[in-house]
């Protein structure tokens, strides 16, 4: 399964980057994250039909 997390900023919330990995990276990202107090969202990435 693929996650999008997207970084938000720190004052309004608003997304600033966002990159699309799997789901052996997540805890990888969140981890780094926590370490520098930023602020991430993370949901399903959309798949396409095949």
Known sequence: ???EI???DELDG???DSTVVD???VNRI???AA???Q???I???ETTAS
């Open 39 to 41: 602020r991430l969202w």
């Open 1 to 3: 399964m693929r996650f």
């Open 43 to 45: 949901r399903p990435a």
């Open 14 to 16: 608003t997304a600033v």
């Open 23 to 25: 789901a052996a990276s």
């Open 6 to 8: 997207m970084r938000l």
């Open 35 to 37: 370490a520098t107090g």
């Open 30 to 32: 969140v981890q780094q």
